[in-house]
């Protein structure tokens, strides 16, 4: 163990198994083994700290040269004191100087941050102006129209056919006959019936025959004229004939239908309802009927019957109307559309239908305020006076009465003037701050 001293005079302290050439002038491109370097410091944020951490480690340095030197007054020499004092007189002014860089540049970053985020706050929005006005609600449907009733023509008899008195589409009397079989062997029987009740009649006269013998003949006779009617078959009101499916010379059967008979003073609009809007019908309602056979021309009539079943294939619902047929103009099979008045009301509180968001079973709109600070002296509703204005957004709660695809009718909730933003495409919730790009106070949506 022995000390140790620089060339300058510095007391290096005992040293033990010291480098016998420990202090002598190192030869060309040899070096000492270097000392890993340390780790740099890193922010606790993530970002490297810089100047910081240069003048911490600088510091470090001077420090461990001032701790590990052993000051030797005689062999000190004046200009490492210097050297010393002007080392940390520097490190002590750049201190100070990275701190103000830092201060400046963390002022602007936050002054940018803050101007950024009220930027994004600021939601450009479109308003609808709440307002009271009569509410109709229909829907458009399509259909036909059929006759009050459509009878099926059959003979009651068998024969062959002899003739058809009418065309399809004809006009036909209550009481005309529409068509008939061969009606010879029924004339016959009901020539050779009524000779028969004449004659037992002379004989019942004349006292040969008691009564019953003429009241049998008679019922022979009215039992061949019944058969003669079979032979024909008779309008059993006022209509047309719709269709024939048999022609002249053809044998017959009662089961054979030989065309159809269609009574026309009344008919009917049969309409689909697709299944979303069958809840909305109701016995009564009325309807504005069009054919595409009579333009400009319109009917009227009300709902006689909702059938209780949904077409599984179409999935709609039939509702049957009936329709004055004044003139005799509509004819079954015409095309048909309607409009059906559902749901009246004077003077309600209407909002569009993309104003309003479902939540739990409630529903909810986003009215929108001017700030309160900005109020004064303004115009138009709550204070505003068009478009650009800003304003805070309030969630609220409201009832509706009624709802179309279109519109909505708010029991509670909502006062008229009141502004609420029209389209929700986005979340919204209470203070968010908007701008108003469009103001809209006409009912078209």
Same mark, same amino acid.
């Given at each position: 163990?022995?000390?140790y001293?620089d060339?300058?005079?510095?007391?290096?302290?005992?040293t033990?198994?010291?480098?016998?050439d420990?202090?002598?002038?190192?030869?060309?491109?040899?070096?000492?083994?270097?000392? /890993?370097p340390?780790?740099?410091?890193?922010?606790?944020?993530?970002?490297?700290?810089?100047?910081?951490?240069?003048?911490?480690?600088l510091?470090?340095?001077?420090?461990g040269i001032?701790?590990?030197?052993?000051?030797?007054?005689?062999?000190?020499?004046?200009?490492? +004191?210097?050297?010393?004092?002007?080392?940390?007189?520097?490190?002590?002014?750049?201190?100070?100087?990275?701190?103000e860089?830092k201060?400046?540049?963390?002022?602007?970053?936050?002054?940018?941050?803050?101007?950024?985020?009220?930027?994004?706050?600021?939601?450009?929005v479109?308003?609808?102006t709440?307002?009271?006005?009569?509410?109709?609600?229909?829907?458009?449907?399509?259909?036909? +129209?059929?006759?009050?009733?459509?009878i099926d023509?059959?003979f009651e008899t068998?024969?062959?056919?002899?003739?058809f008195?009418?065309?399809e589409g004809?006009?036909?009397?209550?009481?005309d006959?529409?068509?008939?079989l061969?009606?010879?062997e029924a004339?016959?029987?009901?020539?050779?019936?009524?000779?028969?009740?004449?004659?037992?009649? /002379? +004989?019942?006269?004349?006292?040969?025959?008691?009564?019953?013998?003429?009241?049998?003949?008679?019922?022979?006779?009215?039992?061949?004229?019944?058969?003669?009617e079979?032979?024909?078959?008779y309008?059993?009101?006022?209509?047309y004939?719709?269709?024939?499916?048999?022609?002249?010379?053809?044998?017959?059967?009662?089961q054979?239908?030989?065309g159809?008979?269609?009574?026309?003073?009344?008919?009917?609009?049969?309409?689909d309802? +697709?299944e979303?809007?069958s809840?909305?019908?109701?016995?009564?309602?009325n309807?504005?009927?069009f054919?595409?056979a009579?333009?400009?021309?319109s009917?009227?009539?009300t709902?006689?019957?909702i059938s209780p079943?949904?077409?599984?294939?179409?999935r709609t619902?039939?509702?049957?109307?009936?329709?004055?047929?004044?003139?005799?103009?509509l004819?079954?099979?015409?095309?048909?559309?309607?409009v059906i008045?559902?749901?009246e009301? /004077?003077?309600?509180?209407?909002?569009?239908?993309?104003?309003?968001?479902k939540?739990?079973?409630?529903?909810?709109?986003?009215?929108?305020?001017?700030?309160?600070?900005?109020?004064?002296?303004?115009?138009?509703?709550?204070?505003?006076?068009?478009e650009?204005?800003?304003?805070?957004?309030?969630?609220?709660?409201?009832?509706?009465?009624?709802?179309?695809?279109?519109?909505?009718e708010?029991?509670?909730?909502?006062?008229?003037?009141?502004l609420?933003?029209r389209?929700?495409?986005?979340?919204?919730?209470?203070?968010? /701050?908007?701008?108003?790009?469009?103001?809209?106070?006409?009912t078209?949506?």
């Open positions: 163990m022995e000390n001293q060339d300058n005079g510095f007391d290096m302290g005992e033990e198994n010291r480098d016998p420990a202090g002598k002038p190192r030869e060309e491109g040899s070096f000492p083994e270097e000392r /890993k340390e780790e740099p410091v890193v922010d606790p944020e993530g970002e490297d700290p810089g100047i910081g951490a240069f003048l911490n480690k510091f470090v340095v001077a420090g001032l701790t590990r030197v052993k000051w030797d007054p005689e062999k000190v020499k004046k200009n490492y +004191i210097w050297i010393v004092l002007g080392v940390l007189l520097v490190a002590l002014v750049l201190a100070r100087t990275a701190g860089i201060n400046i540049i963390t002022g602007i970053r936050g002054k940018e941050e803050k101007e950024m985020v009220e930027f994004v706050e600021t939601i450009p479109k308003v609808y709440v307002k009271r006005m009569d509410f109709k609600d229909t829907i458009p449907v399509m259909g036909r +129209i059929e006759g009050s009733r459509e023509l059959k068998s024969g062959i056919l002899e003739s008195n009418f065309e004809e006009r036909i009397l209550e009481g006959i529409i068509a008939s061969n009606q010879r004339l016959l029987k009901l020539k050779y019936a009524a000779l028969d009740m004449e004659k037992a009649k /002379k +004989i019942l006269d004349l006292g040969g025959h008691d009564k019953i013998v003429y009241e049998q003949k008679k019922l022979e006779y009215e039992s061949a004229k019944r058969d003669l079979k032979t024909n078959i309008a059993p009101a006022d209509g004939l719709g269709s024939m499916e048999k022609h002249v010379g053809s044998y017959l059967s009662p054979d239908k030989i159809s008979f269609v009574e026309y003073g009344k008919v009917y609009g049969v309409f309802i +697709i979303e809007d809840p909305k019908m109701e016995l009564g309602q309807l504005d009927i054919l595409d009579y333009p400009g021309e009917y009227s009539g709902v006689d019957m079943v949904i077409e599984g294939r179409t619902q039939k509702i049957k109307v009936e329709i004055d047929n004044e003139g005799d103009l004819r079954p099979g015409m095309f048909a559309r309607a008045n559902t749901y009301k /004077k003077d309600a509180l209407i909002i569009p239908s993309a104003s309003f968001k939540k739990e079973q409630k529903y909810f709109v986003y009215t929108v305020h001017r700030e309160e600070e900005n109020a004064e002296g303004a115009e138009g509703a709550e204070g505003f006076s068009g650009g204005d800003m304003g805070i957004v309030e969630e609220r709660e409201i009832k509706i009465e009624y709802l179309t695809h279109d519109m909505a708010v029991a509670s909730g909502l006062e008229e003037g009141e609420v933003i389209e929700l495409h986005r979340e919204y919730k209470d203070k968010d /701050k908007v701008e108003i790009t469009e103001v809209q106070e006409e078209i949506f």
